[in-house]
């Protein structure tokens, strides 16, 4: 026995979980409930105080508080329920019933379970921290990930420090060294691994070159000095296997290392429930209804996959929304057994989805994913049971641009009723132009 | 007039400390860092070794075996966490079975239980992702994995519980041999707080400990700080083995250990390279690969998890063992010095041991309200469905998740700090708690975690420190500069 009983439990309150509320609601789902951890709705953005989010989902630039209060107003006027400060623990599959049964807790109930049909996973996710790096050194104080810097300064008002080295050039670290700059801190230089960037190349611009503050390619951390708090950090250029070159040190003195070094999906929970879990997106793996290998549990997001756009997780979580709201009310339509697998190859890594079962997508079906390298001048080419479905050129492509092919059913359709097989293959591959 | 300064609050230090409290002695620990646990103690493997790899007949044997007998008992009277998986020492190549026969028979000598060399196919069944080239194994039943931080903070609490004075940030800087009115000889110990007189001075200063020996003694002892460096990885890597596999030394070097910890992580570790600086607690570019790819031998495949990497300094003293004992031409100044591997098994055993010394000494009266038990923190990851609704009904504070990786809540944090010998610092809360401690590394606790220590110690935030004075974490206000 459960203390609670649910149609559908959204785990996360923010960008994901606030817009597959918001669009199960609107689908027809009435009893939902969203569980958030923090005091308020909304999530990361909350510390997004910078302006670019919005423009492909209202095509206006908002900060990142008012993306969310644009989706924290409709959970409200939608009378959506939510707990905020409740931590849910544990999350296990009733194989009798199929229910999900959900351990939670907070100050006011205390430790509580709620079964629920279905479940939408919108647990965003987290920094990469030091250790996976393996950067040696001491271990003082002023080493942060780029968004507890954030948070320091947008939400506390607190200054982390005043003189910043940036590792890795993902977006936070992009924008953090805009930031830094803006509140009086040094910020030297960005140091990124890779020979490319792993951040938007409009932050680069925005928030790098408009600051005068150099990004260092293809270098990295060494070394870090300071037994205490920081006191400075060796920086070398690193070869074509990303080994740090002897003789390329520059020591930089900086009391503040700021770490933006890639994210990592919070899948502890995912892992509770048995969900099949993807290697490459750290995410789960999901069919075209964003539904992961555990029936009627969906997952969409930064949980999922690492977006770069808040506007992408509003979209992919929409449609888990309605998914999720089709699987409680019984309308999510009759397969056909008709199966196509999602093949990445030739600089291509992943795709999400990585199933699809034709007689149950929409009309078009976005399929999102990201090359392993930078690629100028290339292909995209689409396979479909080895017949080529679209090639699309492409001038620039970058680990950090998410990409995305739209698969259109018509066309899907008229090329498996070819076949006699009721397993299908998509490959999405980098080819030279055509 | 003090009773007995031991200096160094390190897991030697506090485990003299804790059986001293057992006598009615006026006892202080002098420890120059602002908490327990700030030196050799905490960045060691955590094994609990059985005690084969020491020469019979030396001061690491003795101990060694004993002490693993007693953290045996130990963990559950003060505790804290210890888990007897048990050990391996591989043979990487078929040469290497006289090596473990030799292993067997030191172990034997050493009154070392249940010893015996496993075959390849039971090995296998032991430990199913152990390495292919392993041709057979030294097995010992009584090897375990402690946490080597609240081994030390339990030693230390309860020790302070039953009276022991802990003064942190106290640094000695010199001792002098005095003698008082009567005659009667006593130390006096100069510190970066004033000066601390004592009968009795127990020198538990690991890697600093040469230094306060050769301040009262003719008979010199030398220690080299040599450096081990670890990777620890994600818990999700912790099951690829059960057991904690050593490496048979072969020409390759001495070996480095693969291990689940007590928590339920991986490590790996350590390296073994002399260094000069007492201090020198950098990881190194060389030594990290060192510890991967010579860990990588011990199993199928090593995970590429890593989520955090240290060093420690081992305290080894030029003659190889443990120096034990009372100084020959420095009465009452009682070393404990050169105690490196098995040094955090050994310490409860070197701990009955100096107390049994110093009681001889002074001849001092058992207490009879002498305290044998401490309880730990809660630990709601820890905790089953009833305990946790248990201590949410008590505090609610428990249901306050701080540390999401793993599990720590704001009521674990709040006993931490105001414990007997709470934290002070952002490590004391990690080492205690655990927040922090997994897979991003404090990311997300430490801005949360910083209100707490500011708010119990009544301090400003900006006073809050990793550990110790000078790691402070945040300088000022936004707008500050502009």
């Given amino acids: ?434 | 007039m003090t009773d007995v300064a031991v200096i160094g609050a390190g897991v030697t230090g506090s485990a003299v400390a804790r059986e001293l409290s057992r006598y009615d002695l006026e006892i202080v620990v002098l420890e120059k860092e602002s908490d327990v646990c700030e030196g050799t103690s905490k960045a060691n493997s955590g094994i609990v070794h059985s005690g084969y790899d020491a020469k019979p007949g030396t001061y690491k044997a003795r101990f060694n075996v004993e002490g693993n007998r007693l953290i045996h008992e130990l963990s559950k009277e003060l505790d804290f966490p210890f888990k007897e998986n048990g050990s391996l020492v591989l043979a990487l190549e078929e040469d290497g079975r006289a090596g473990l026969e030799e292993l067997l028979e030191r172990g034997r000598k050493n009154g070392v239980p249940g010893l015996r060399i496993v075959e390849r196919d039971e090995l296998k069944k032991m430990e199913p992702n152990v390495s292919d080239s392993a041709v057979c194994a030294l097995y010992a039943p009584t090897g375990g994995v402690v946490c080597p931080f609240n081994m030390n903070i339990a030693l230390a609490e309860n020790a302070a519980d039953n009276g022991v004075t802990f003064r942190f940030n106290t640094e000695v800087t010199s001792i002098e041999k005095k003698n008082d009115e009567e005659g009667r000889g006593y130390y006096r110990i100069e510190t970066t707080g004033g000066h601390v007189d004592a009968r009795i001075v127990v020198n538990a200063a690991g890697v600093y400990a040469d230094v306060f020996h050769n301040m009262v003694s003719g008979d010199r002892i030398h220690i080299t700080p040599r450096k081990g460096q670890y990777c620890l990885m994600d818990k999700t890597a912790g099951g690829i083995v059960s057991h904690t596999l050593f490496q048979l030394p072969t020409k390759l070097g001495k070996g480095v250990l693969v291990t689940p910890t007590v928590h339920g992580n991986l490590m790996a570790g350590p390296t073994a390279d002399d260094v000069d600086d007492k201090e020198d607690t950098s990881t190194t570019a060389a030594g990290l690969d060192t510890v991967l790819s010579r860990g990588a031998l011990s199993v199928v495949s090593m995970p590429r998890m890593t989520i955090t990497s240290f060093a420690g300094l081992r305290a080894h003293e030029d003659g190889g063992d443990f120096i034990i004992g009372e100084v020959k031409d420095a009465p009452g100044f009682i070393d404990a010095a050169g105690i490196e591997s098995p040094g955090l098994t050994a310490a409860p055993a070197i701990g009955v041991y100096i107390a049994g010394l110093i009681r001889d000494i002074l001849k001092p009266c058992e207490k009879e309200d002498f305290i044998g038990t401490r309880k730990g923190i809660p630990s709601m990851a820890l905790a089953d469905e009833e305990e946790r609704k248990a201590l949410i009904e008590a505090d609610p504070a428990y249901s306050h998740v701080i540390c999401r990786c793993e599990l720590v809540t704001e009521g674990e944090i709040r006993n931490a700090i105001t414990r007997t010998l709470g934290a002070t610092t952002v490590d004391g809360v990690k080492r205690r708690t655990r927040a922090g401690m997994g897979r991003c590394q404090a990311g997300f606790c430490l801005a949360r975690t910083i209100p707490i220590l500011a708010e119990l110690l009544g301090k400003s935030e900006e006073e809050i420190t990793k550990s110790g004075a000078g790691s402070y974490y945040i300088n000022g206000n936004i707008k500050d500069e502009l």
């Fill in chain 1, 1 to 434: 026995m459960t203390d609670m009983k649910k149609d559908l439990v959204i785990i996360g309150g923010g960008p994901a979980g606030l817009s597959a509320a918001v669009s199960a609601s609107r689908e027809g789902a009435e009893d939902i409930l969203i569980i958030e951890r923090d005091t308020r709705l909304g999530g990361i953005l909350n510390q997004c105080i910078h302006n670019g989010f919005g423009l492909h989902t209202f095509k206006e630039e908002l900060t990142g508080p008012e993306y969310a209060d644009r989706y924290i107003r409709q959970v409200e006027d939608g009378k959506i329920p939510y707990m905020l400060d409740t931590m849910v623990v544990d999350l296990a599959y009733d194989d009798g019933s199929g229910d999900k049964i959900i351990t939670a807790m907070n100050a006011k109930d205390g430790l509580f379970t709620i079964s629920a049909k279905a479940v939408i996973l919108a647990m965003g996710c987290r920094e990469r921290p030091r250790g996976a790096l393996n950067i040696p050194g001491f271990r003082p104080s002023g080493i942060y990930s780029a968004g507890t810097a954030q948070y320091y300064v947008n939400m506390e008002g607190r200054m982390p420090g005043r003189k910043v080295v940036i590792l890795g050039s993902g977006d936070i670290g992009l924008i953090m060294a805009r930031r830094m700059t803006y509140e009086g801190a040094k910020v030297l230089c960005v140091a990124e691994l890779q020979p490319y960037s792993g951040g938007l190349k409009r932050n680069i611009v925005q928030c790098l070159d408009d600051f005068g503050i150099p990004l260092l390619l293809s270098h990295t951390v060494v070394d870090i000095k300071g037994k205490k708090r920081l006191e400075g950090v060796t920086i070398a250029e690193v070869d074509e296997n990303r080994k740090p070159i002897p003789g390329t040190e520059v020591f930089y003195e900086c009391d503040t290392l700021l770490l933006s070094c890639g994210l990592i999906p919070e899948n502890e929970l995912s892992g509770k429930l048995g969900v099949r879990m993807n290697g490459v997106t750290g995410g789960a793996y999901v069919n075209e209804s964003l539904e992961t290998s555990v029936p009627g549990v969906y997952a969409c997001g930064n949980v999922l996959h690492v977006h770069d756009l808040v506007d992408y997780v509003s979209g992919e979580a929409d449609m888990a929304g309605k998914n999720a709201a089709a699987f409680i009310l019984g309308r999510t339509g009759t397969d056909d057994g008709n199966v196509i697998n999602i093949k990445t190859e030739n600089g291509v890594r992943y795709s999400v989805p990585s199933v699809v079962r034709p007689a149950l997508m929409g009309n078009t079906l976005t399929v999102r994913f990201r090359v392993g390298n930078e690629y100028r001048d290339k292909d995209l080419a689409v396979y479909l049971n080895g017949k080529q479905l679209m090639r699309l050129p492409k001038r620039v492509m970058a680990p950090g641009e998410m990409e995305q092919i739209v698969l259109v059913k018509s066309k899907v359709e008229e090329i498996i009723a070819a076949s006699e097989a009721k397993e299908h293959e998509v490959v999405i591959r980098v080819e030279d132009k055509a």
